[in-house]
């Protein structure tokens, strides 16, 4: 079903996403004005003139087993969607990352509508259940991926990719120089918990005890800041810390503001590890999720490293504390190892110096915007 129509639909249903969908309506909108946009997102999209159905904060959840507690939205914004393309068919549907929902929703489009799908930002399928390349093949006419390695993995499969650039080093822009602690003046370590309420609900239990036994250690001698997610509550968090009686900055300011002025941050798992990377800021990566979860997800992952930056690395540059190992006593000590040693913490700068290099050139928003526009151009010529 050919679309006439001037709107794009898409479907991002994260944070991250959201994030990254705002800035590729904006690169669109230079190409057509006339473009219309409508799906799933969050605050950024909408600022961008996005018509949403439905927003992030009510689909963004952690783990396998943790999605039926979010079934019934998942459902509304399924049949959300299926009404609007049956109603207002768009030129192209564009899906960012969010893999099981939108890996779903791109065979209904494809065998119910015919219209074209580009999906943005990869599922995660060389790390875990690779099979589901098939269902790409299927119903995707093409991946635009944003670490390198992924363009040679699905043109392996016979799959249409585009390698236009992480997203990141558009809107981190020229990044500062990391000074970073020498010992003449007391760190300052930054606090992570996620941009999910499930995270948060396991992480910050775990950084505010870590915290506290911390401070403690250093004798008071460190200063700790906490840039809190869209959709996250910065009283919840700021009165976990006050009741362990630990002092903390908390921020609303963009997450990379603030951990440019971090020595060293606690961090869940994510597309923030990255951030931090680019940002030449050391890290430790924290994560913890339900036990059936975590087992699952021992059996089908296929990688040695949950983090962004460790994969691109392809070595652990960032610790990882992973589930049992996810413990306030365990944070502090790697801590204190980093801190008391910046001999460790410039080589870790060094290497992130190099994971920077792999994610490509600044214009990935503009790239992928072209990508997608070839796809409207395609449908009206």
């Known amino acids: 079903m050919a679309s006439q129509s001037n709107e794009i639909l898409i479907v991002a249903g994260e944070e991250s996403g959201d994030l990254h969908g705002a800035s590729l309506v904006s690169e669109l909108k230079r190409l057509d004005p006339d473009l219309r946009f409508v799906g799933i997102g969050g605050d950024r999209m909408a600022a961008e003139g996005v018509e949403l159905g439905c927003?992030?904060?009510d689909l963004a959840v952690v783990g396998i087993v943790e999605v039926f507690s979010i079934l019934p939205k998942l459902i509304y914004a399924y049949r959300w969607l299926m009404r609007r393309l049956r109603r207002h068919p768009p030129r192209v549907v564009v899906l960012i990352d969010y893999a099981e929902f939108n890996l779903?929703?791109?065979?209904?489009?494809?065998?119910?509508?015919?219209?074209?799908?580009v999906f943005y930002i990869s599922p995660q399928i060389w790390a875990w259940r690779k099979g589901r390349v098939k269902r790409i093949a299927r119903n995707v006419e093409e991946m635009v991926v944003i670490l390198p390695f992924e363009k040679d993995f699905y043109e392996a499969h016979g799959i249409r990719a585009s390698f236009v650039g992480h997203p990141l080093v558009d809107r981190l822009g020229r990044l500062p120089e990391k000074s970073g602690s020498d010992g003449s003046r007391p760190p300052v370590i930054g606090w992570?918990?996620?941009?999910?309420?499930?995270?948060?609900?396991?992480l910050l239990p775990i950084m505010v005890n870590a915290a506290k036994a911390l401070r403690e250690d250093l004798k008071g001698q460190?200063?700790?800041?906490?840039?809190v997610a869209p959709g996250i509550s910065a009283r919840r968090i700021g009165e976990s810390f006050e009741k362990a009686g630990v002092p903390v900055e908390i921020s609303r300011e963009e997450s990379a503001r603030v951990m440019s002025q971090c020595d060293l941050i606690v961090m869940?798992?994510?597309?923030?590890?990255?951030?931090?990377?680019?940002?030449?800021?050391?890290?430790?990566?924290?994560?913890?999720?339900?036990?059936?979860s975590y087992l699952l997800g021992r059996l089908m992952i296929r990688v040695p490293w949950i983090g962004l930056a460790n994969i691109v690395a392809g070595k652990?540059?960032?610790?990882?504390l992973i589930q049992y190992e996810a413990t306030p006593e365990r944070?502090?000590?790697t801590c204190l190892v980093l801190i008391r040693e910046p001999d460790k913490l410039k080589k870790v700068r060094e290497e992130l110096r190099n994971i920077r290099a792999k994610l490509g050139v600044p214009g990935a928003s503009k790239r992928t915007a072209e990508v997608i526009y070839r796809y409207v151009s395609e449908i009206t010529s």
């Open 331 to 333: 944070v502090v000590e």
């Open 104 to 117: 779903f929703f791109a065979g209904r489009v494809k065998k119910k509508f015919g219209i074209p799908v």
């Open 222 to 227: 460190v200063s700790y800041r906490v840039p």
């Open 55 to 57: 927003h992030v904060r």
């Open 316 to 320: 652990e540059v960032y610790p990882e």
């Open 192 to 202: 992570m918990p996620g941009s999910r309420n499930s995270e948060v609900s396991r």
């Open 268 to 292: 869940a798992s994510g597309t923030a590890t990255l951030e931090a990377a680019l940002l030449e800021v050391p890290a430790i990566i924290v994560y913890k999720v339900s036990f059936l």
